[in-house]
């Protein structure tokens, strides 16, 4: 089991900063890919961004430029700087991640439990 812990959400103004914390921990062999999803009220979970193993990254156009995804494989965590947030941002951010049990074995996908971040303008 692959349990995720996220952090660093809270309350912030329009044009304001936040960082986001995602800590991996249980058993497994390896992660590849991990990212940061959120979820607004009425709208479906969609990608913000994701970082591989080696370090590729993906953005979500509506961040781009703003967001700054990293990680820190050492550490089994991965971090999400937020800048000039706006209302839009408004929403639940769950870390995911996709790790195997043993050396060439199948990946599989793993949630946490979400840390919220909402923008007051």
């Known amino acids: 089991q692959v349990q995720l812990v996220e952090s660093g959400g809270g309350l912030v103004q329009a044009g304001g900063s936040l960082r986001l914390s995602c800590v991996a921990s249980?058993?497994?062999?390896?992660?590849?890919?991990m990212g940061w999803y959120r979820q607004a009220p009425g709208k479906q979970r969609a990608l913000v961004a994701s970082?591989?193993?080696?370090?590729?990254?993906q953005y979500a156009d509506s961040v781009k430029g703003r967001f700054t995804i990293s990680r820190d494989n050492a550490k089994n965590t991965v971090y999400l700087q937020m800048n000039s947030l706006n209302a839009e941002d408004t929403a639940a951010y769950y870390c995911?991640?996709?790790?195997?049990?043993?050396?060439?074995?199948?990946?599989?996908?793993?949630w946490g439990q979400g840390t919220q971040v909402t923008v007051s303008s």
């Open positions: 995911n991640c996709d790790a195997n049990r043993y050396s060439g074995g199948y990946y599989s996908s793993h």
């Open positions: 249980g058993t497994f062999f390896s992660i590849n890919t």
């Open positions: 970082i591989t193993s080696l370090g590729s990254t």
